[in-house]
């Protein structure tokens, strides 16, 4: 790639500097795995009787074991897909939700998957865990690709001259990945939430390699799912991405119309009144790590360190309105920002987005943020393809990068969740402080670059798992 103001690193010294930052990146990645994963973890994991790891739910797959298997998307979605079986047409929301006071929280799109898996004989916890299983390896495969099309795009040296470099790039993506404490939690806990990190994964490849129609219907799968992700739709509007946009029409449009005809429109609607009560009172819960999180928590608002299926916190006006303005200042910056980029330029922002459209919500828990990865990724390469031109800033910017990825990787809650009842309750939010550091590095980052010009797509238009495949292994 070469961009106006940015020096080309590729010359003299820029192949080591690569080099480098793998080597550094990968050491970091696996003292993390090694020392809060595995030797401090028993002083500092905060997973709870009713919870596993990811070892021990393998072992459940494997043993045959479906009653043992954790359910934390599943339980709730199973109840409100058995009630509406048995009272069709009838008001899920009003009878689960505010009535039983089950914390169903997805739109009624979210059961298409589960029709399907239903009508195909497979709706059952060992099918569900197992295809946890394969979209968490997914995911990881894909940071891999992900890495190595970024810097074949950066023009960095290697990617494309050097199948070791490649495959050094592939293994820090695998590696980042699964020491990634959201990524890790989401399927130890049994969360649909790893069908949409691996989704985003794949549409941050999709987005490099200008797949646009393909990156909105993978996106419009995703918001089936997570209605926030809708923002995407005004997002790609703002820049006149057309195949994006309608890529994402298509798909959004097919499932609400399918999701209307089996259920009616009026439990829709409805759906509207329950994103509203959250909006309004959010939860006080350690892993909300949103503003709403961390406020109630310091306000001493609902409950802290112990999690409560059936409560949300107290309505209070502070925490209210500190949500709708952080929420809108997340959603303008993650919408606007360097909108005038074009082609796979976009990258920076489209993943920057995705960051500020879960940390603006009122409620994103730890495992919603598996959606940080491609936003690491692209900042790491940023600052190799600019440590050119300015090396103490990229310094600095490697320095706080590698903060903002131990504060969300590592799972420190136990010890920080003693002091729940203490004004220093404060520190249960320090893996907001990480995601908000990561925002400040791609920030600044971006700002050494002037609008990207559109660029040739890295892997051209053959199909992206074989082009990965041939570049990894087989190119010289």
């Known amino acids: 790639m070469k961009t106006d103001g940015v020096r080309d690193p590729g010359g003299s010294g820029g192949q080591p500097l690569l080099s ?25 994991d905060s997973t709870g009787p009713t919870e596993s790891s990811p070892l021990d739910v393998l072992r459940l797959i494997a043993a045959g074991s479906p ?6 998307s599943w339980e709730p979605m199973m109840r409100a897909f058995a009630w509406l079986h048995r009272h069709p047409g009838g008001n899920v929301y009003e009878a689960i939700f505010f009535t039983e006071h089950v914390k169903f929280q997805y ?15 497979l709706l059952h916890l060992r099918v569900y865990a197992l295809l946890n299983l394969v979209l968490t390896v997914a995911t990881g495969i894909g940071m891999g690709i992900l890495l190595v099309d970024l810097a074949k795009w950066l023009d960095l040296p290697g990617p494309s001259g050097s199948r070791s470099t490649r495959m050094k790039l592939a293994g820090l993506g695998v590696l980042a990945t699964l020491g990634f404490f959201p990524v890790v939690k989401a399927f130890s806990i049994g969360q649909m939430q790893v069908w949409l990190n691996a989704a985003f994964v794949f549409s941050a490849i999709l987005y490099l390699r200008d797949r646009r129609g393909a990156v909105g219907v993978l996106l419009g799968l995703s918001t089936l799912i997570k209605p926030q992700l809708s923002l995407f739709l005004l997002w790609a509007l703002l820049r006149r991405d057309w195949r ?21 429109v009026r ?62 200042l997340f959603v303008a910056f993650g919408l606007l920002w360097r909108r005038h980029d074009r082609g796979p330029g976009g990258i920076l922002s489209f993943t920057l987005a995705g960051v500020c459209f879960t940390v603006g919500s009122p409620v994103a828990w730890i495992h919603h943020y598996g959606i940080l990865l491609p936003a690491f990724a692209v900042a790491l390469l940023l600052l190799v393809r600019t440590a050119a031109d300015d090396p103490p800033a990229a310094a600095r910017g490697y320095a706080l990068l590698g903060l903002a990825y131990l504060l969300t990787s590592v799972d420190a809650f136990k010890l920080v969740n003693a002091l729940a009842d203490t004004p220093f309750n404060l520190l249960q939010s320090y893996f907001l402080v990480g995601t908000l550091l990561l925002i400040g590095v791609l920030w600044r980052t971006g700002a050494h670059l002037r609008p990207l010009a559109e660029l040739v797509p890295p892997a051209g238009h053959r199909p992206l798992v074989r082009n990965a495949v041939q570049r990894l292994l087989f190119s010289g």
């Not at 050491?27 to 993390?32: E, S």
């Open 20 to 44: 480098r930052t793998i080597t550094t990146a990968a050491a970091c990645c696996l003292a993390v795995i090694l020392v809060f994963g595995i030797l401090l973890k028993p002083y500092l």
């Open 67 to 72: 009653a043992r298997l954790p359910l934390d």
């Open 107 to 121: 739109p009624l799109t979210s059961f298409l998957p589960m029709e399907l898996m239903s009508s195909l004989g």
């Open 244 to 264: 994006m946009a309608g890529g994402w029409a298509l798909v959004v449009g097919i499932g609400t119309a399918a999701a209307a005809a089996l259920y009616g």
């Open 267 to 328: 439990p829709m609607l409805t759906y509207l009144d329950v994103l509203s009560f959250i909006g309004r009172h959010g939860e006080g819960y350690y892993s909300n790590q949103t503003l709403n999180g961390l406020l109630n928590r310091l306000l001493g608002n609902g409950n802290n360190a112990q999690w409560l299926g059936d409560a949300f916190a107290p309505y209070h006006p502070i925490v209210h309105a500190a949500t709708l303005l952080s929420g809108l």
